[in-house]
């Protein structure tokens, strides 16, 4: 929910004369100027997390509001800003911080300025970052989920952003600006009859792919200089990568293939592709060990139209000999291009569904499906 409003400050007198202790109100009277006009409106969330959220893997979240209008002539150098955010179970901030960087404005303003230290305080599952000037800005922290204590349940995290007239005195005046829901998708597996059971999902631009330090074009940037929200962007002709890993559940009765089903969403509806597979690496964990590794180049459309492409790998040619094993661990990085400019001019979520499968001897799939 948001508040947005314009306002204009109005007064009235009362008072008692000598001759009569009656009250005496006056009408309303309202500053002609404007000079203390206010307005607050067009409010939104503009806050981000991963698709997908896996057990004991650290994300950063960011929490920001995005507005078209945010004055208030009675902020002064006393007025702060607080966000209340409330986590779920399962959900941690990394290390507990006391403070994390704070960056004025709406995002993506001032990403690569610290605007100053935000404080941070905890009471049971309610965060609180604090700004730490009357600037209105917006603030990331490490998160982790714990599926044994969340269970995989999609509960969202909750925050509301106060203003805070006077921090010295903890002056209020009608101080709750927003409020909203963040959508969290944790995956935390599921019970198999036999097959891979997806445990871990990321997507990144390849090296190749990161940007310039300077107009040189002599350094590509650091990877660790990029955030994962803008690692997980790609535009025309960038390569990148989808990181999956699997477990072998249950007891397959079918051993001896495997199958890597990815989904992307034509979000512009258009009959040519909008990436171009290159190859997948495969490996196989048994034990601790490696078993079996190789790279693959075969894969199916079939699936594929105008609003969605299909890529369907094939990588039953790296499983090591007498097929696989239940607790077996896959591991893969499938290699992209991004194959066309007709593209969404926002950020937008494309990827549609992403598991792997084993065909049983009836050539029937067996999987877990994560999307």
């Known amino acids: 929910s948001t508040r947005d409003h314009y306002y204009f400050m109005k007064a009235d007198m009362q008072y008692t004369t000598m001759c009569n202790p009656?009250?005496?109100?006056?009408?309303?009277?309202?500053?002609?100027?404007?000079?203390?006009?206010?307005?607050?409106?067009?409010?939104?969330?503009?806050?981000?997390?991963?698709?997908?959220i896996f057990d004991a893997s650290p994300f950063t979240m960011r929490?920001?509001?995005?507005?078209?209008?945010?004055?208030?002539?009675?902020?002064?150098?006393?007025?702060?800003?607080?966000?209340?955010v409330t986590l779920p179970t399962g959900y941690?901030?990394?290390?507990?911080?006391?403070?994390?960087?704070?960056?004025?404005?709406?995002?993506?303003?001032?990403?690569s300025v610290v605007s100053g230290a935000a404080t941070v305080t905890y009471a049971g599952n309610v965060v609180?970052?604090?700004?730490?000037?009357?600037?209105?800005?917006?603030?990331?922290?490490?998160?982790?989920?714990?599926?044994?204590?969340?269970?995989?349940?999609?509960?969202?995290?909750?925050?509301?952003?106060?203003?805070?007239?006077?921090?010295?005195?903890?002056?209020?005046?009608?101080?709750?600006?927003?409020?909203?829901?963040?959508?969290m998708n944790?995956?935390?597996?599921?019970?198999?009859?036999?097959?891979?059971?997806?445990?871990?999902?990321?997507?990144?631009?390849?090296?190749?792919?990161?940007?310039?330090?300077?107009?040189?074009?002599?350094?590509?940037?650091?990877?660790?200089n990029i955030s994962a929200y803008d690692l997980?962007?790609?535009?025309?002709?960038?390569?990148?990568?989808?990181?999956?890993?699997a477990n072998i559940a249950g007891a397959p009765t079918n051993t001896n293939n495997l199958h890597i089903y990815t989904e992307i969403a034509k979000v512009n509806t258009q009959a040519t592709d909008v990436i171009t597979p290159l190859s997948i690496d495969?490996?196989?964990?048994?034990?601790?060990?490696?078993?079996a590794t190789g790279n693959v180049t075969t894969f199916s459309t079939t699936g594929t139209n105008t609003t969605q492409q299909v890529?369907?790998?094939?990588?039953?040619?790296?499983?090591?000999?007498?097929?696989?094993l239940p607790n077996d661990v896959v591991q893969t990085r499938a290699h992209y291009a991004v194959a066309t400019n007709d593209l969404p001019e926002l950020d937008i979520q494309t990827g549609v569904n992403y598991y792997m499968y084993i065909l049983s001897r009836q050539q029937i799939r067996v999987n877990i499906v994560m999307s």
């Open 311 to 324: 890529i369907d790998w094939d990588v039953s040619s790296v499983l090591p000999a007498g097929g696989l």
């Open 186 to 224: 944790p995956i935390c597996g599921s019970s198999c009859p036999g097959g891979p059971a997806v445990t871990y999902l990321k997507v990144e631009r390849e090296d190749n792919s990161l940007g310039w330090t300077d107009a040189t074009l002599s350094t590509h940037q650091s990877r660790a």
């Open 22 to 52: 009656s009250t005496v109100t006056t009408s309303l009277a309202s500053n002609n100027t404007g000079g203390l006009a206010g307005a607050i409106y067009g409010l939104g969330d503009k806050s981000y997390v991963p698709a997908n």
């Open 128 to 183: 609180t970052v604090t700004s730490p000037s009357s600037s209105i800005g917006w603030f990331e922290l490490p998160i982790v989920y714990d599926c044994a204590t969340g269970g995989g349940v999609n509960t969202p995290v909750t925050y509301k952003l106060k203003e805070i007239n006077d921090i010295t005195t903890n002056c209020l005046c009608n101080d709750e600006i927003f409020c909203y829901s963040i959508a």
């Open 282 to 291: 495969v490996t196989i964990i048994r034990g601790g060990s490696t078993v």
């Open 92 to 111: 941690s901030v990394v290390g507990s911080p006391a403070t994390t960087n704070w960056h004025n404005g709406q995002y993506p303003d001032n990403a």
């Open 63 to 84: 929490i920001s509001i995005g507005y078209y209008g945010f004055y208030d002539p009675l902020r002064t150098s006393n007025t702060r800003f607080v966000y209340e």
């Open 232 to 245: 997980a962007k790609s535009l025309y002709l960038d390569e990148f990568f989808i990181d999956g890993n």
